[in-house]
Structure formats: structure tokens, C-alpha cells
């Protein structure tokens, strides 16, 4: 049975940075991944703060919205068959030194902070993050 999901896709700071973007975009398309939507944005620490609000009570919150805003990022809306758990396998551990070979985060990865890209971690949370990006 067909079970076409869209998730959400960002490629962190770090990999922007190193402009590892395109490169990154062409594995998640050599993959079958398609790429509904695309943008490269900066977002403020507030924008930040917003998005990551699950992470509120952790100790990172604070260093990981202030990263998150460092620099441009890219925001991309992928779609597949059971593209949450596709990009999740496909990113790898969130800890770069957890990841697996072949994974995103294994071979672009510098640290936990910088771990070059996020990805839904569920169905419902991929819904809330496309339209955080994407409302209009
Ligand atoms: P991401 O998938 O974007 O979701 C939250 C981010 O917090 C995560 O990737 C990591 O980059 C970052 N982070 C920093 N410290 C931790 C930690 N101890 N556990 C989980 N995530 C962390």
C-alpha cells in the first residue's frame, strides 16, 4: 500500500557553511527523495526558540537556538514512501560519532551541536514543522 509522507529537512549552519548544501540535497534525491519545497533562510534566536520549544527544559535549548541562527540554513519539504523514518535512517544518530556509516550525520557531522542536519522525528511533528517554513 502506497504511504506517501512529507517530512522536514533542515541543513544546519555547519553545512551550509562548508557549503555541503548541494551536495547533501543530491543525496537526499539520489535516495528518492523529491524536493516539494526549498529555501535558504536566516532565522532569528526568537524563530529559534519557537521551533525547538520541545527542547525547552533541556540544558542545550539555549546553544541550540543561538546555533540554529548562527548562520543561513536550507528548509526543505521531502516527500517519499514513509519519508520520516526514511530521513531518520537516512541522517543517522543524532550524535555524529553514534552515526552510522553511510549516513548524513556520519559524513558531514562535527559534533552533536553541529550535526549538519534536522530532520521530523514523527508524522505529527513533520506536519507542525512544514508549517512553521512553509505556512504561506
Ligand atoms: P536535532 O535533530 O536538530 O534536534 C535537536 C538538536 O539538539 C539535535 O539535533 C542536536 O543537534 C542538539 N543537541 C545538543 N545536545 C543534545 C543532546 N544532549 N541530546 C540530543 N540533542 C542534542
Given at each position: ?23 547533501i ?66 541522517m ?10 553511510g ?34
Amino acid at each position: 500500500m502506497s504511504n506517501l509522507e512529507q517530512t522536514l529537512s533542515i541543513i544546519k549552519p555547519d553545512a551550509v557553511e562548508r557549503n555541503l548544501d548541494n551536495e547533501i540535497k543530491e543525496i537526499f534525491k539520489n535516495k528518492g527523495f523529491k524536493i516539494v519545497d526549498e529555501k535558504k533562510i536566516q532565522i532569528e534566536k526568537s524563530e529559534a526558540e519557537k521551533f525547538y520549544k520541545v527542547h525547552e527544559t533541556k540544558p542545550f535549548y539555549n546553544d541550540l537556538c543561538s546555533y540554529l541562527s548562527s548562520g543561513p540554513i536550507v528548509v526543505m519539504i521531502l516527500e517519499k514512501e514513509n519519508a520520516v523514518i526514511a530521513n531518520r535512517e537516512l541522517m543517522g544518530a543524532t550524535n555524529p560519532t553514534e552515526a552510522e556509516e553511510g549516513t548524513i550525520r556520519k559524513k558531514f557531522g562535527i559534533s552533536i551541536d553541529k550535526n549538519s542536519v534536522h530532520g521530523s522525528d514523527s508524522i505529527e511533528n513533520a506536519k507542525i514543522e512544514i508549517e512553521f517554513f512553509f505556512k504561506d
